[in-house]
């Protein structure tokens, strides 16, 4: 049997950055699959530049759901209870994303605590494509 580790984290802590491998062709097509989210956009080069665009650019909530991986570790001790993302930046293929988050506070609630944090995920450049904020409740003991 093992025991976890209490969660305490304070206003100002930072979760550990993750920096992912680049983005490929097939991530992106793996993702339109998975979403149904079949924009030529992100998988055609040619649609792509039709619409104006460098290249194919990934799906805005897969650049999301990288930035929900910052909470995986901690998924024995809550969830998610919510997230919103604003998208400010293009990832084209080959993009680097390192994603990170800081607590911004804590309050309790009924089933514990939740916890606020600012996420963000930079691209290799160090531009930030998409911030935002999510609510995690660490479950009372």
Same mark, same amino acid.
């Given at each position: 049997?093992?025991? /976890?580790?209490?969660?305490?984290?304070?206003? *100002?802590?930072?979760?550990? =950055?993750?920096?992912?491998?680049?983005?490929? !062709?097939?991530?992106?097509?793996?993702?339109?699959?998975?979403?149904?989210?079949?924009?030529?956009?992100?998988?055609?080069?040619?649609?792509?530049?039709?619409?104006?665009?460098?290249?194919?650019?990934?799906? *805005?909530?897969?650049?999301?759901? &990288?930035? *929900? !991986?910052?909470?995986?570790?901690?998924?024995?001790?809550?969830?998610?209870?919510?997230?919103?993302?604003?998208?400010?930046?293009?990832?084209? &293929?080959?993009?680097?994303?390192?994603?990170? *988050?800081? &607590?911004?506070?804590?309050?309790?609630?009924?089933?514990?605590?939740?916890? =606020?944090?600012?996420?963000?995920?930079?691209?290799? /450049?160090?531009?930030?494509?998409? =911030?935002? /904020?999510?609510?995690?409740?660490?479950? !009372?003991?």
């Amino acid at each position: 049997m093992t025991t /976890k580790a209490p969660i305490s984290w304070k206003p *100002g802590d930072e979760l550990p =950055s993750i920096t992912l491998p680049p983005v490929t !062709r097939l991530d992106l097509i793996k993702y339109a699959g998975a979403s149904g989210d079949f924009n030529p956009i992100h998988t055609i080069d040619e649609e792509a530049a039709r619409a104006g665009l460098p290249g194919v650019i990934a799906h *805005g909530m897969l650049t999301m759901a &990288v930035m *929900g !991986r910052l909470f995986s570790p901690y998924l024995e001790h809550g969830f998610i209870k919510g997230f919103q993302t604003r998208f400010t930046g293009m990832v084209l &293929v080959g993009d680097v994303l390192t994603v990170g *988050g800081k &607590v911004l506070g804590v309050e309790s609630a009924e089933q514990g605590d939740l916890y =606020s944090f600012d996420v963000f995920a930079r691209n290799q /450049k160090g531009e930030t494509v998409a =911030s935002g /904020k999510v609510e995690f409740l660490v479950y !009372r003991d």
